[in-house]
């Protein structure tokens, strides 16, 4: 059998080969979930002044206990690296968004904290964002497939990350 993408032939197991269903969905999941945050993006770069990982770690903050949150918490939670995370809380903090504490008893560990000032921000952006969310997924969707989508959405983010090997040189 023939690789639908690359036309050359398949040599793997029929169980190590996705259906085209599968590859269907697959390609449409990545596609769509990659298109809506671009599109949300842009709506809040050019509303707001913000991208939406800037937004989705403000109002993280925002739900969570004290308004504070353990950054390497903070960037499971928004999808994003440590290193990632930590540049962003700088930004953010170089902008008053958010203040940094120290964790007690943790020399190595910091708290993200929302400040008065990032508060107000993120709810003045609340109609931006609900707008663009809308727009640019909710609209597209039946409102009784929301719960099941949501359901298998997090059924998939829920999935453990990759071993990853280190290579030695």
């Not at 709810?123 to 609900?130: D, G, I, N």
Request: proline share 2%; net charge neutral; hydrophobic share 40%.
């Amino acid at each position: 059998m023939k690789n639908r993408l690359t036309g050359r032939a398949d040599t793997a197991r029929a169980d190590e080969v996705l259906s085209a269903d599968e590859e269907a969905f697959f390609d449409a999941f990545l596609g769509a979930a990659m298109t809506v945050q671009r599109n949300v993006t842009a709506d809040l770069q050019q509303e707001q002044n913000r991208t939406l990982s800037e937004h989705n770690a403000l109002r993280h903050l925002a739900g969570a206990p004290e308004r504070r949150m353990r950054i390497n918490e903070l960037a499971t939670a928004c999808f994003l690296s440590l290193s990632r995370m930590s540049r962003l809380v700088e930004k953010l903090e170089k902008q008053g968004l958010v203040g940094r504490e120290q964790v007690e008893n943790d020399r190595r560990g910091w708290y993200a904290v929302l400040t008065e000032t990032g508060d107000e921000w993120l709810e003045q952006a609340e109609q931006s964002y609900v707008s663009s969310v809308r727009r640019h997924a909710l609209c597209m969707l039946d409102p009784a497939s929301v719960g099941s989508l949501t359901t298998a959405a997090r059924r998939l983010a829920a999935l453990p990350e990759p071993q990853r090997t280190m290579r030695v040189a």
